[in-house]
């Protein structure tokens, strides 16, 4: 799996992860989809560019009672702990984040600005990787719904 897919492919779990705190969605199934709108990495072909705009990454995954219930800063993280918020507000509809994280691609910085309800949630997230490469700027668009019972 290429980087920006890997990357996309985080940002469009990180959402419905941070949208769970206080069981504020409603347990079940959901299908999340996230397509990349820009991308600015120097040296990067741009038929590869492009490749990135027009494929969306979807998954499906089941929200059981328990995870609803978690603090949603927890389940962002994961387990390797290389992921630490620089700031978190979720409230009244409205997402509002900031982490910086290390892995094997350099040191990703990400914004999440959006909106939830029970049964929804979108937002636009804006990732910045430092590598040894150089920088890569990625804004996407993620989306998701509860499909119905696990």
């Avoid at 990180?14 to 969605?25: E, I, K």
């Avoid at 800063?73 to 918020?85: I, L, P, V």
Wanted: hydrophobic share 35%; charged share 20%; glycine share 10%.
């Amino acid at each position: 799996m290429r980087a920006g897919s890997r990357l996309l492919l985080a940002a469009t779990a990180a959402v419905p992860l941070a949208a769970f705190a206080g069981n504020v969605l409603t347990p079940g199934q959901w299908a999340s989809t996230g397509t990349v709108t820009s991308v600015e990495m120097p040296g990067m072909p741009s038929e590869a560019l492009a490749m990135m705009k027009k494929r969306p990454i979807s998954h499906s995954y089941c929200l059981t009672p328990e995870q609803a219930e978690k603090d949603p800063r927890q389940m962002f993280k994961g387990d390797n702990g290389e992921c630490e918020y620089t700031k978190f507000s979720m409230a009244g509809g409205k997402l509002n984040a900031a982490m910086q994280c290390k892995g094997p691609q350099g040191r990703m910085t990400m914004t999440m600005l959006g909106t939830y309800s029970a049964t929804s949630y979108e937002s636009t997230n804006v990732m910045v990787v430092e590598g040894p490469r150089g920088n890569m700027r990625m804004t996407s668009k993620i989306s998701g719904k509860r499909t119905g019972a696990c």
